[in-house]
């Protein structure tokens, strides 16, 4: 089954951003000298919006106002290149001009052209079968005039009464239609608090606006984009969700707004609730800024963004830092099936040892290998999600053979940590029950030392499958009855 056909509705802009160095200051005015290099167009506002979902891989049609001039040209020839087709409205103005001025990754002016537009005219009937046949409509209302006409205004109401229409807005502009499926606006387009806010009551407040502005706009949710912090959504119900990023990412955030709305679109054409469009969203546009923003627009999206302190690169990044600071790189290693008090306590002592602790992870493959073929019970990216956010873990990397030891090989640790069910020597020498550490004479080839911690009695995954599976077997009247082994 295709994809379903998206278009975007709104004013669209020509953007420029001007690359350049400034060093030094103007000798008869208090201002900084700025000298151009390389200028890069690129599609702005509703077109910027089109353009990602079109990269993204989405059948995107435009319907928007450009003028007849050379930055009208310029645009229409951009939003060819990526595959996007542009309906036009009847609009005899200037096509709208942002021009950013960057040294390095910092703004250092804004110029704006032909901030003042025509009138813009109504759809014809090319645009009203565009409407009529679109999966997902997202309106991107720059404030332009485009979102402002009565007819069109009109069929997007009928539209969202069958089909996801999610609307942007913008504080310029003539509002949303009501009835959207979603809207989208960030803190500073919402109505404002009228009781006192405290600094604490700050989340609370953006939720007694989002849940106001809702029924303002008689939308079915509100999801207000908030910068780092991920994203706030109203939707009726008694308690606010809210999506946190995957990732923190200091960057470029131009274009963010545009990436959030158009993946909550996609998705909801897609068939998503709107939690899952707005989690969907929030990733996008965190992945969107990392990547460097709409400076790099023409990148095309990968999958999930990795979760901080995973892989191989994010270890290497650790134990670099570590080392040049002078400080102690320790490492662990498991199956981690389960995570229980046991691993907690484990990794805890671990980290103590030093200035750095990366997790050795088993993949599902070497599990199954040590385990057979009943574990693990938790896939290998769960597992590693789970460590990497404990506190006490500054890394996890997944290796796939029966021990960790080529791992090791390349981070080096200089300490290595077990809990104490392992031993060091032959398990012949010890007690039967007590397993052998593989590892332990290559880990003293580089000078490392292998150590072993207090194991915490009483906790192991095994133990917690044994006793689910007896109480999986208990009758629900005698389960509150049985204690658990």
């Known amino acids: ?14 953007d420029l951003d001007v690359a350049g160095n400034v060093d030094r200051v103007c000798p008869d005015a208090p201002v900084p000298v700025f000298e151009e290099g390389d200028a890069t167009p690129r599609p702005g506002g509703a077109a910027l919006a089109a353009t990602l979902l079109a990269l993204s891989g989405h059948h995107v049609w435009l319907l928007t106002a450009i003028g007849d001039d050379d930055a009208g040209r310029r645009l229409h020839g951009l939003l060819d290149e990526h595959g996007v087709g542009v309906i036009s409205l009847p609009y005899a103005g200037p096509t709208p001009e942002k021009i950013r001025l960057l040294s390095g990754r910092q703004v250092v002016l804004r110029l704006d052209r032909s901030s003042v537009s025509g009138p813009v005219g109504e759809p014809d009937a090319a645009a009203l079968v565009a409407l009529s046949q679109a999966g997902g409509i997202l309106v991107a209302d720059y404030g332009r005039g485009v979102t402002a006409g009565n007819q069109l205004r009109r069929v997007l109401a009928t539209v969202a009464a069958s089909r996801p229409v999610v609307w942007d807005p913008h504080p310029r502009g003539p509002g949303p239609v009501r009835g959207m499926r979603l809207l989208t606006p960030n803190e500073r387009e919402l109505p404002a608090d009228r009781q006192p806010v405290a600094h604490a009551d700050q989340l609370g407040a953006v939720a007694r606006r989002a849940a106001r502005a809702r029924l303002v706009w008689c939308a079915g949710a509100v999801a207000v984009t908030l910068g780092e ?42 068939g998503a609730l709107v939690s899952e469009a707005v989690q969907a969203a929030v990733g996008a546009a965190a992945q969107f800024v990392s990547a460097g923003g709409a400076q790099h627009y023409r990148q095309r999206p990968a999958g999930p963004p990795t979760p901080a302190g995973f892989g191989m690169d994010a270890a290497r990044a650790v134990v670099e830092r570590v080392r040049a600071s002078g400080g102690r790189v320790v490492a662990t290693g498991g199956c981690f099936d389960l995570l229980h008090a046991g691993h907690v306590a484990t990794l805890r002592a671990a980290r ?50 029966p021990t960790p030891i080529p791992l090791l090989e390349q981070l080096r640790p200089d300490v290595w940590v077990k809990g104490g069910d392992y031993n060091l020597q032959d398990p012949a020498a010890q007690r039967p029950s007590v397993g052998v550490m593989p590892e332990a004479e290559r880990i003293r080839d580089w000078g490392g030392q292998c150590v072993l ?14 006793s689910a599976r007896q109480t999986a077997h208990v009758a629900p009247g005698e389960a509150g009855r049985r204690s658990t082994p």
Do not use: W
Not at 453 to 466: D, E, F, K, R
């Open 229 to 270: 912090r991920g994203a706030l959504v109203a939707d009726g119900s008694p308690v606010p969700l809210v999506v946190a990023p995957p990732l923190v990412a200091d960057g470029d955030t131009c274009g963010a707004g545009d990436r959030f709305a158009g993946t909550a679109t996609a998705a909801l054409a897609e």
């Open 352 to 401: 103590e040892l030093g200035d750095c602790l990366v997790v050795c992870l088993n993949s599902d493959r070497s599990v199954r290998g040590l385990k057979g073929d009943s574990r693990p019970l938790v896939g290998q990216d769960d597992r590693a999600q789970t460590l990497a956010a404990l506190s006490c873990v500054d890394a996890v990397v997944v290796f796939d053979e």
């Open 453 to 466: 911690v207090p194991y915490l009695a009483g906790h192991s995954t095994t133990a917690l499958i044994h």
């Open 1 to 14: 089954m295709s994809a379903p056909t998206l278009l975007v509705v709104g004013d669209s802009l020509l």
